[in-house]
């Protein structure tokens, strides 16, 4: 069966200092894969997402970027944090096929940046 | 563009009680609409969906019906256990999109108390 890891589960960093977020995916061969941020108070709005390795796409101009070093890779980071990063991140997978509409979500990364 | 309102949370109800949680939205044309949950400490998982006007999903004791009309697709439990305890993301994507189309709602915290 498929999983999705994504780690850590929380994280407090300092502003200025860089981030590094870590998604994994088991079980499956060429997932889309999705990084996800909840603001307080706020829905879900999708960061990036890529269709396969090295490919990737921005939905929203922001101080992150995101690589896919692997199939079943996909690292969210940062040179240099905001406070206005601080949020829930969540990474996601779905397969291979533009109509299919079911995601996969890993259990979250809660960042506070102070 | 697309949105989601949901009502707002936290929810908290005695086990056994009939919930309801709202969401409305705003799409052109006939969007597909779905309900994610998200229990403590894992992530998101669909919980139902509905893909055309008056259609009804279900799951785990769970409805709502897609009505065209009010643009609405509220969530109801005709009675809440504990284990029900979680966030509720009503979504939306559009006619023949795909998953990184979906548009979330800020979520609606539900506590169950027995």
């Known amino acids: 069966s498929q999983t999705i890891h994504q780690w850590p589960a929380t994280l407090v960093q300092p502003v200025g200092s860089p981030l590094s977020l870590e998604c994994t995916v088991e079980g499956t061969s060429n997932p889309n894969l999705y990084w996800y941020r909840q603001a307080a108070g706020r829905g879900l709005q999708l960061l990036f997402y890529?269709?396969?390795?090295?490919?990737i796409s921005s939905e929203v101009p922001q101080n992150l970027s995101a690589s896919r070093p692997q199939d079943r890779q996909f690292i969210l980071s940062s040179k240099k944090l905001l406070l206005s990063d601080s949020g829930f991140y969540l990474c996601?997978?779905?397969?291979?096929?533009?109509?299919?509409?079911?995601?996969?979500f890993g259990s979250g990364t809660q960042l506070s940046v102070l | 563009g697309n949105s989601v309102t949901q009502m707002e949370g936290p929810v908290t109800l005695s086990e056994e009680a009939f919930l309801t949680i709202n969401c409305t939205y705003t799409a052109t044309g006939y969007p597909s609409l779905f309900w994610y949950v998200q229990y403590p400490g894992e992530g998101l998982q669909l919980l139902l969906k509905a893909t055309k006007a008056d259609d009804k999903g279900s799951n785990k004791g769970f409805e709502a019906t897609y009505r065209k009309e009010t643009t609405s697709f509220h969530l109801e439990k005709g009675s809440v256990q504990v284990s029900d305890s979680a966030v509720y993301f009503c979504a939306l994507r559009p006619p023949r999109g795909s998953a990184r189309q979906l548009t979330f709602g800020s979520g609606t915290q539900l506590t169950v108390l027995p």
């Open positions: 890529s269709v396969g390795i090295g490919q």
């Open positions: 996601a997978w779905s397969t291979a096929s533009s109509t299919n509409e079911k995601l996969f």
